[in-house]
């Protein structure tokens, strides 16, 4: 059965620095990784994401540009989300996504697979 698990969410003051991970089983059948963040009555919004046949190639959402990072070791299947200079609007919660065709990069519908999430809260 396919998997994601992340982890690596808590709770930091603004201007403090996270590191997410999300370990993914059936990884080798993904063409794209993603991370997605959700506050209640919001929709999913696209964080960043990359290519995992093509890990240079990446897209951010432009409120997190300059200070979100994402990256992979395709050996341990696990991508990254290394998170500095949050923002109290940084606060959501952080989910892994995963889609075996591409599409456009920040839309949820192109992705098949989610993990169960993890809570980033950022104080003032």
């Known amino acids: 059965q396919v998997q994601l698990v992340e982890s690596g969410g808590g709770s930091v003051q603004a201007g403090g620095s996270l590191k997410l991970s999300c370990v993914a089983s059936?990884?080798?059948?993904?063409?794209?990784m993603a991370w997605f963040r959700q506050v209640p009555g919001k929709g999913r919004e696209g964080v960043a994401a990359?290519?995992?046949?093509?890990?240079?190639?990446?897209n951010y959402a432009n409120s997190v540009k300059g200070r979100f990072t994402i990256s992979q070791d395709n050996a341990k299947n696990t991508v990254y989300l290394q998170m500095d200079s949050l923002k109290p609007e940084d606060t959501a919660m952080y989910y892994c996504?995963?889609?075996?065709?591409?599409?456009?990069?920040?839309?949820?519908?192109?992705?098949?697979?989610w993990g169960q999430g993890t809570q980033v809260t950022v104080s003032s």
């Open positions: 996504a995963a889609a075996s065709a591409l599409g456009t990069w920040s839309a949820e519908r192109f992705y098949k697979y």
């Open positions: 059936g990884y080798e059948y993904f063409r794209r």
């Open positions: 990359m290519y995992t046949e093509s890990p240079g190639i990446i």
